[in-house]
């Protein structure tokens, strides 16, 4: 079964957030394609994940990362890596709360 996620920058719990938050960058998008293409290699088809990076119309900086697969071990560790290298967190939709890989 397939689960989604998003990967964004925050340090605020769910309940702490307003109704009309909006996450900060997670950084130039240049700087988040690279740390895709380091944790996750373009050539790996072996992962169960499809990211999709915010569009450039929509933010300039990518606020957000949006993320279809199956969190296996290697899927949660790849997530993992992408989070700290990016300084995010992983919020996934099943459990509609950010959750440690």
Not at 63 to 84: F, M, Y
Request: proline share 7%; hydrophobic share 45%.
């Amino acid at each position: 079964m397939a689960s989604i996620g998003i990967i964004v920058c925050t340090a605020q719990e769910l309940a702490e957030m307003s109704h009309d938050w909006v996450p900060q960058p997670l950084a130039p998008r240049d700087e988040v394609l690279a740390a895709i293409q380091r944790c996750i290699p373009a050539h790996d088809n072996s992962l169960s994940l499809a990211l999709k990076v915010e569009e450039p119309d929509e933010s300039e900086n990518p606020r957000a990362i949006s993320v279809s697969g199956v969190w296996g071990p290697r899927e949660s560790a790849v997530l993992q890596e992408l989070c700290s290298v990016l300084g995010a967190r992983f919020y996934d939709a099943e459990t509609a709360e950010f959750i440690e890989l």
